[in-house]
């Protein structure tokens, strides 16, 4: 029986962006993931990138596709 329950958690951050007009802009985000340590091996990771944008088409936001990261 599977007794682990899964952990939710929101990471919010804000950076700076380059990069201009529809499609032109990009941005990093670099961390070290050796911190969290040993115990997130085999965890599975979702998330999305969310840019706050108010020249985009909606006026609001653009947003990636959901993503999926497996520890190992």
């Given at each position: 029986m599977n007794t682990t329950r899964p952990v939710c958690a929101s990471l919010f951050l804000a950076l700076p962006l380059?990069?201009?007009?529809?499609?032109?802009?990009?941005?990093?985000?670099?961390?070290?993931?050796?911190?969290?340590?040993?115990?997130?091996?085999g965890t599975q990771w979702f998330g999305q990138w969310l840019v706050l944008d108010r020249n985009s088409p909606n006026g609001t936001a653009s947003a990636s596709e959901a993503f999926e990261l497996t520890f190992f």
């Open positions: 380059a990069g201009t007009g529809p499609a032109g802009g990009y941005g990093a985000l670099v961390f070290d993931l050796t911190q969290l340590g040993p115990a997130v091996i």
